[in-house]
């Protein structure tokens, strides 16, 4: 339809809407716009010549069209009737708005039928609820996915709402919650306090407390929630008390292991003998758990409470530069002086500390007062030193006990010898000399010379006071030597002695204390053995389990009394009279220093059997270095 077809029937609604601020379109039946008013057209953005004659449709996005086409059929089947709805329009820069129209036919006085809409630009009431609808469903996802559990509750703590995290949390399927009384999760202990925090969450709008509660699972544990309620009553899209619940089983379990983890440290700092420390980057003490003696080490560093810094100036130039090098130190020994004057030994031992960016923030360690440890090493060495000098004695007492057998055993190579010389004079004086002879007795002089000097050797071993010296021996060797220097006292007492050296491997020991052990047996037995008996003395060896070689000696003497027998190896317990009670003491201390041991029992006939181990070498043994 063209301006001027239109214009004639403008008059009619001209004064109804030509000046308000509504937009306005009368369209004929088949959607012609026929006219607009001036708020209409600018609202789009096209002068009013530019619509009029157009298809109203055309201002309508395509996916509306069909929608308003409906509409204006409905105004038209029911003239008069007042037909509302939304949509949105295209303005001439392609822009939308959204708008509200209100429409309905109306019959012209020559009987055509046009309908009159009225339109409200609603854009910015549409756009704020989108995004109400947005903030819902953000809110929505929020809940719904969040790690804390949500409730929604009413005045009576009837359960409104619950969040999917109900199910995670406490075993519940959110529709379990709903229409329960929140009380019903609350451990009895706690209903009290859960009541008045409640009380308190009704008390004031907005208000928002929390606390920590003990919740019933589903499954009956219980478990530790933070709960934080919030009062939203007033709220006309809530009308609840929101109760946000948090997980803090994991937070309260790993705090009471904390707390009982200080506890053990503090009842170990408190009954521990040893004292910590820690000290700054300058190595000035700023901690000492032990605040009594050794309190006046805060704020001091370890060499300015020392009492030995001029006697053992090397050891203290080397640990300060352990210090310096920011190295852990373990055991570091020296004499610090207490508040009161007096001096104690100190163990300690410490670590450096850093911070996270590696600076170095001083050391922490432990310390030990070892003066007691130190005054008893310092007693046992005193001890041990009596000891061997005793053991030294008890071999000398055993030689002179020997005097005669080894006078007879010297006696023997040095008659020996007067008797070769003798011989080969006679050999020399012969004409002509006999040479080849000569040579012999010479030879045999020479051997026998010899076999007395090694008796010799063993009897000064045996007698002198010579550091202690671990080597790698057989046993039966050893055992051999001593039998050679006793054979005159065995032979003097009519003892028949047997030996069963079995092939067995070396061992690791002194040669001469050993001997001093085996020396004292062979004597013992000796003694042991009456005059009107059977005297025999049997002194084997065997291999035990592959790691251990057992040395015996067995008499045929009167045995032992069951009643004494694990007594003879105590200090100064003696069966002899007149005997001091040493030599079988000092038989166990040498073989339990080679790692053995040495017991006494009855022979399975008649006599007794005393009997000790020692291991098998297999790696090379420092020597003690201890002199006896």
Partial sequence: M??????????????????????????????????????????????????????????????ERERVRRNLDLCLERPGQLNTWEAQKIRKDGTTLWVGESAKAVERAHGDVVVLIACENITKRKRAEDAVRESAKRFRALIEHAFDVVLLLDRDWGVLYASPSAERVLG????????????????????????????????????????????????????????????????????????????????????????????????????????????????????????????????????????????????????RATLSAHKPFRDFM?????????????????????????????????????????RADKAERALLDVRMELARVSRITSLGALTASIAHEINQPLTAVIINAGAGLRWLKSEPPNLEEVRQMLERIRGDGARAGDIIGRIRSLARKTPVKLDQLDINEAIREVIALTRGEIAHSRVTLRTQLAEVGSIHGDRVQLQQVILNLILNAIEAMGENEPRDLLIETREKDGRNIIVSVSDSGPGLDPAIVDRIFEPFYSTKQGGIGIGLSICRSIIEAHEGKIWAGQNAGRGSMFQFTLPIANTPVEASGRSQ
């Fill in 2 to 63: 063209t301006e001027n077809a239109a214009r004639p029937d403008e008059a009619e609604w001209r004064e109804f809407f030509e000046h308000s601020p509504l937009m306005y379109f009368v369209v004929d039946a088949d959607g012609t716009v026929l006219s607009v008013n001036d708020s209409g057209a600018a609202e789009l953005g096209y002068h009013i010549d530019e619509l009029v004659g157009q298809p109203v449709l055309e201002v309508f996005p395509g996916s």
């Fill in 172 to 319: 519940y399927a959110p529709r379990e919650l709903v229409g329960r009384n929140a009380l019903d999760l609350v451990h009895p202990d706690q209903l009290e306090g859960a009541r008045a925090q409640f009380a308190t969450a009704l008390a004031s709008e907005h208000s928002v407390t929390t606390s920590e509660r003990l919740l019933q699972h589903k499954y009956g544990k219980w478990l530790w929630a933070e709960t934080t309620m919030t009062n939203l009553l007033a709220e006309p899209s809530v009308r609840a008390i929101i109760v946000n619940l948090r997980d803090i089983t994991g937070r309260k379990q790993a705090e009471k292991a904390l707390r009982e983890s200080e506890q053990r440290f503090r009842d170990y700092t408190d009954t521990a003998s040893d004292w910590f420390w820690e000290s700054g980057p300058d190595h000035r003490f700023t901690v000492s758990s032990q605040d009594s003696a050794y309190g006046r080490a805060l704020g001091a560093t370890r060499w300015e409470l020392a009492a030995d810094l001029d006697e053992e100036p090397e050891k203290w130039r080397t640990h």
């Fill in 334 to 374: 020296y004499k610090a002086r207490l508040s009161n004057g007096s001096t104690i030994d100190v163990s300690i031992s410490g670590k450096p500390v850093f911070d996270p960016d590696g600076r170095f923030l001083g050391y922490r360690g432990v310390a030990t007062d070892v003066s007691d440890s130190v």
